[in-house]
């Protein structure tokens, strides 16, 4: 029933690629505003050179609508439109299932929390051309049905809901030492990584993917590589919400860190804190196993979380020690 709901947005995801593939290039750079690669690369400058606590609200805010996202794509385990229509140019191809677009419930989370931090008319109608035209770019490049965006929206709507009760901090939070808010964080993490993978495993046991979606899929796009069902979304966000978290404990210890100053000091603090994140990042994925093993698994959680730590804790530190910031 509701995959026929979703199949019934079919036409306009072709009417859409019948505007030419000449539109594909504008649309691929709306689609890398939605990346993991992108959200690296703008987050960390949103912590290290505007505003601390704005950056810090919002990578903790992605982290858990990554983490919800994932959880909603396993249980619904919906299609993508080139899965099952071999009239769907894939101009894009994705691994996981379809609904709800990630692409979209993260653009309503991350500029929505940028346009409510200015609180301007020309911040908000940024925040709203970014946003339908990101979640446009994926039914274009033909890896989204309208359902999958109309529900990414819906569930980013309701992460920022989340976020805004949770502000300010309960009083009961406040009156808490480092180590039991560190546990506390810790736990809470877990309970994301269970429940995911717990989605998974459900999932696997009663469910089985029709031969036709695969079989359209290869033949279409040619895509060998396929992993709707895999845990390592949920270890990968997971570690880098406790490492973000951690790191900002850790550094209020030593005394916060102040985002303003030159522009040659913000510019020093981008290009070694980016040199750090992408050596995290990168190095790690070399050194570790990327195997859907138990300790493989482990060992993706802590190189997130490393770089979560850095981006909050370890390369602010290293800026305020080099004169390049102030504490808070």
Known sequence: MLESLVRA???????????GEGLRPVMQFFTFLGTEEF????????????????????????MFSASVNSTAKVLLHLPRPYWVSMQVHPWSTETSFGA??????????????????????????????????????????????PFDT???????????????LLTPLPAAWKRLSSGKRAALLLALVLL????????????????RPPQAWRATLVQNAGQAEWDPLSVKPFFSTGG????????????????????????????????VGLAGTVLLWYGLKVVFPDALTL????????????????????????????????ME
Not at 253 to 259: F, M, N, S
């Open 9 to 19: 947005g079919l036409g306009l995801v072709l009417a859409l690629q019948n505007l």
């Open 39 to 62: 959200i690296m690369l703008a987050m960390p400058a949103v912590y290290w050179c505007v505003d601390a606590a704005l950056g810090l609200r919002l990578g903790l805010l992605i």
């Open 100 to 145: 709800p677009s990630g692409h979209a419930q993260n653009a309503v989370v991350i500029w929505s929390t940028l346009a409510s931090h200015w609180r301007t008319r020309l911040a908000w109608a940024g925040a709203i051309f970014l946003i339908f035209f990101i979640s446009i770019s994926r039914l274009y490049l033909g890896v989204h049905f």
């Open 150 to 164: 109309l529900l990414g929206w819906v569930l980013g709507l309701l992460v920022l809901g989340a976020g805004w």
């Open 192 to 207: 994301l990584v269970v429940i995911g993978s717990g989605s998974v495993m459900y999932t696997a046991a009663t469910w």
């Open 240 to 271: 880098a919400f406790l490492g973000l978290a951690w790191g900002w404990l850790w550094l209020t210890r030593r005394g916060g860190y102040q985002a303003r100053g030159t522009a040659v000091e913000c510019l020093k603090r981008y290009l």
């Open 295 to 326: 300790s493989a698994m482990s060992l993706r959680f802590v190189r997130y979380a490393l770089v979560g730590w850095w981006v909050a804790g370890g390369a602010p530190a290293l800026f305020v020690q080099w004169g390049w910031a102030r």
